[in-house]
């Protein structure tokens, strides 16, 4: 007989044991630093082989060892529940609680975010239902326990719901960015909010933040930021006009803005979102760039590392002042199949500066701001051609928003394996400030290689870091490498 | 006892034969010990997707939501759900059976979990099918009232990375061996995308042969269409969304002891019958 135990038959390395998270003598923002990196994939799920792309992250304000990712990850036994990541020791070991509703057998979302509120363990998601593609809004008193978590609304034809979740007092307070397709006059871009989210049956009212014209719709980037002081900012994508077909694999958007709208009472505006108008139409949502283009690709390609691109936008306010707002947006320029652009706002997105930095040919940009002001830039760029192309995930760091520091979390093939679907790592990653420290998930080829990790890797499932293999759980049979969640922890 | 468990509608598809080693207990943390709770030794994996095919030999955790009594060393069939995967595992067990000697025979020596599981799959996807069809894919078009979008998305809907992109697939029939079906030839509608919500549905090409399970009016079609039009024409297409809805010609036993087992008598298609020996 034997127990499936905590106890790793193979252990990574000195080197990588060492790279656990030293949380009193962090290093500083702009130097070198260490980094604690660990594959979410549990030790009981050895032998899988999923595609587990499309990471998201929260961290519990209230209690801030409790942390649960999610990724499309499908109930590892192919039951009608979806999982979650659970950590309650800060990220040092994870477990999959499937609590999602879904339907048995399938991938369980076709999209999935969530946060904590800081109220209590109590966590909400924004998901779209793998068994009937509706958007769906949830609730758990406590992910850590087996309860399923409670449908709260639910409607079709909408996608990537972003969840924020935060409190005020003993309200519950959640934001869930989407692009609605049932707006009314194209104008898709939404934020689904419920200002008292806790009550037994919380009402969500869907806020449409475009005001202009559209092609027919925005893009499907929605992403809310908010400040303990009541001002809540939502970046996205105006869709102005297109060139190119969808199915094809050809289409570009030739012409889009990336837009903020602001409201200064949690939400609750009169009307809401309303309260930052671009001073050069006159019209509710600051227009941060006109007319940038870039591919909105249905499959990834070679020449795109296998990930399908479509543009990105990352935004966050800094806590010390809700009048500062950092915003990543994505665009297409010559020479570089997407490149990741960095702006701040210091007046409460009425003017933005120019690029803080830029990245070329990168993808699912995240960025968060410590309580003391720390920057934290998370994004994924691809490297090279053929079979030497590989995928780089930086965490840039900065303190003034001109110089940043460069910390490289992994570093790996891009050919392999074969994506099994789109998208091959994820429309998004996620990064968030936890005190002092950021802590981020982003997804990779999972092969067991310490030079593909460059500050040191921690696996729970079976691995040989000599010979590069991953291993079932009978230690010794090869599994074949596939694409696993990663979650980090640096301090600031 | 966590609420809302998926109930006994809801077929399991992690099936082990397991010896129960201790009652009350919990070997997971985040699963309380109680009067439901055991521990249980997996002794044979039966059915089971690839992540769980190889627990044998290890001990899990074990909600018991069955009606029958176990004692410790007792050996029983577990139908579970997954519940909690970290270093160990826990599941929810809807059923737990002391084995009995039907169960015997269906552990066949050297059986894939996996493959007993693709097997379970195809029988579920049989029964709940409208028509299951043999047959060859002779063509592959966009579906009849599709055209371009201003913004080249397809069908006039919104562009979303989730769009199914549907083709329709024309079949010449051979053989008819559930349910009815007017004329030699059908359609089915599938999705052509690689989105991770359209990645396992079955992917027809021409010349393509082997048997089909069609179905109208699936549960999620609907809804669906909502996102990204199933059905121009308004007309309920056949689609084959499910991985089992489509067996190679190589599973013709298998496919046909289902039909037989149900009552379904096969009816051939005299054209394609003559088609097929002419070749």
Known sequence: MATISLRRRSTPSRRSRSAAPRRTTGPKPSGPSLAFVINMTPKSLSGETSQDSEPHLTVNAAKPKQIVGTAFTPDPAGG???????????????????????????????DITTGFSGKSSRLYAGILNAGNIHLQFLRTLNPFTTTPMTILADRANADQPFTL?????AKEHVYIGDNDFNAPGGKTSTLDESLNAGATAPTFTSVRDEKRTTLGQDGPQSRPTAHKDGTVYTA???????????????????SADVVVVRDDNFGGGSPPFNALVDLGDAV???????GVSFPFMIHGTAATGQQRLGGSISIAVDPRHSAVVYLVYADRPAG???????????????????????????????IAVTKTGVI????????????SQRW????????????????VLSNTPATTPAKTFDPYLGDYDHLVADGKDFCGVFCANNTPDLSHFPNGVIYRRNANFVTRQLLKLDGTTVVAPSIDPFFFRVRA | MPSARPGRGEEPRFVFKGTVRKLRASAEAAVKASSRTAIVRVDEVVRAPEALAEVAGHDVTVELGGRDKLKPGAQAMFYAHGWVFGDGLAVYAVDHPVVEPAHVAMIAPGGDPVSNLARADAKTRFNQASVVISGQVVSVTLPASSHAASNGSGNGEPTSEHAPLWRDASIEVHAVHKGKLSGRKATVRFPASTDVLWHTAPKFQPGQQGFFMLHRSEPAVGTRAKLTA????GKAAFTALHPADFQPLDQANAVRALAEANGHATRGNGHAARSRRGK
Do not use: M
């Open chain 1, 236 to 254: 996205f994508y105006r869709w102005r006009s297109s060139s190119g077909s969808f199915p094809a694999n050809t289409l570009v958007i030739t």
């Open chain 1, 165 to 169: 979740a935060t409190k005020k007092g």
């Open chain 1, 284 to 290: 509710v949502g600051k227009r941060v760039v006109t």
């Open chain 1, 336 to 366: 570089s199949v997407q490149t990741l652009h960095v702006r701040v706002s210091k007046d409460r997105g009425l003017t933005w500066s120019g690029d803080c930095l830029s990245v070329p040919n990168s993808t699912n940009a995240a």
């Open chain 1, 376 to 387: 934290g830039f998370l994004y994924q760029q691809i490297k090279g051609t053929g079979a």
């Open chain 2, 230 to 233: 199933v059905a121009p024409g």
């Open chain 1, 80 to 110: 009608p529940r979806a999982p979650i990541y659970i950590s309650d020791n800060g990220g040092l070991a994870w477990k999959l609680n499937s609590i999602l509703p879904s339907v048995a057998g399938s991938i369980g979302t076709a």
């Open chain 1, 392 to 407: 780089e995930t930086h965490l840039r760091r900065s303190t003034d928003g001109v110089n940043w520091s460069d910390l």
